[in-house]
């Protein structure tokens, strides 16, 4: 019987996900772990002559409280934004009473792009893709921006790069670029390497964007270059084979203290992390490999990673490293479906309005 393009793609998915947690487990054993209280302060990693992170997440809050009301108002499920949003104790009362919703602006252009091996796997679609269906109804401009799914942050900033500059130039209109886990390190690249292009840009928002890198690549490059790297996909060519090099701790904690990020983009990021039991099953291991040296992880990146140096702190979703922007769990057929995926869809319009208030300041 011939495989369905979703059956053989899943299958493709399983077996790859099967080779990356043997290889996990053969570079070390897992010790027992004892994790941060899950309300502790947040932490990040850092050097010296970072720029400072502002603490966006009373005013976020407020957002998607708001946001889940007036959702529950028109008959939708209710949302408990005290659940979608960690508060940790290092975060400040919100001002009372709230600043009303920003409107849409009419203005902004979004452009989304999606993390390492996305493209490998086409039937998971791009991030917040069912979300941005239901904001395109609404008038909201979204877009993607297609880049190598198995290329390294400088090659894939290049297509960043190539799609800004195709579009209309239009002064009144605002460019927001929108990263989803490899997709961030792709932008940042992309701001540094191209300046030119990215003076059209006026913001970039980071979703459990590994700004700092993860200890898993570090962990797992050398064997997916010796072993991965050249395995066949359907959908996705090897093309430069630097996907995990560019994603190693070490690599980028070099890089970020060696490239100053343009002070004209404001960033943003909305970090993720959640409980054990709440991660996809198909990343337990990494958590586990995570949380064994105390780190609160989304499955494959710590919250102490996923901060952009001198940007906006949104706030630390409870979610994993799929659910915040991907429907993987609908594919597999995983439980929690719909509550993550109204989840995913809320706060994606948050941010959204986020950003478009910040930019009207």
Known sequence: ??????????????????????????????????????????????????????DGRARFRQITCMLADQRALKGDSRLDCERLLWRLADEEQPCRPASPLPAHDPRLRLLLVPGAFAECFPEYGMPFEDAAAVLRQR??????????????????????????????????????????????VDILHFLVNHPRPALRVNAVVSVSGPVSGSPLADSLAGVYDSLLSRMPFTDCPPGDRGVLDSLKRSYRTTWLASHRLPEHVPCFSLATFARREDVHPLMRLTYDRLAASGERNDGYVAITDQLIPGGTLLGYANLDHWDIALPVRERLNIGGVNSRADARQLLFEALLLAVTEALKN
Do not use: Y
């Open 1 to 54: 019987m011939r495989r369905t393009p979703v059956k053989a793609a899943l299958q493709i998915f399983t077996r790859l996900l099967a080779l990356l947690t043997a290889a996990i487990a053969a570079v070390s054993c897992l010790p027992k772990f004892s994790p941060l209280p899950e309300q502790a302060p947040a932490f990040l990693l850092s050097f010296p002559s970072a720029p400072p992170i502002q």
């Open 139 to 184: 008038g909201w401009r979204i877009g993607f921006v297609a880049v190598s799914g198995r290329s390294g942050a400088d090659h894939n900033a290049g297509q960043i790069a190539a799609a800004v500059e195709r579009l209309p130039e239009d002064p009144a209109e605002k460019i927001v670029l929108i990263g989803h886990s490899k997709g961030t």
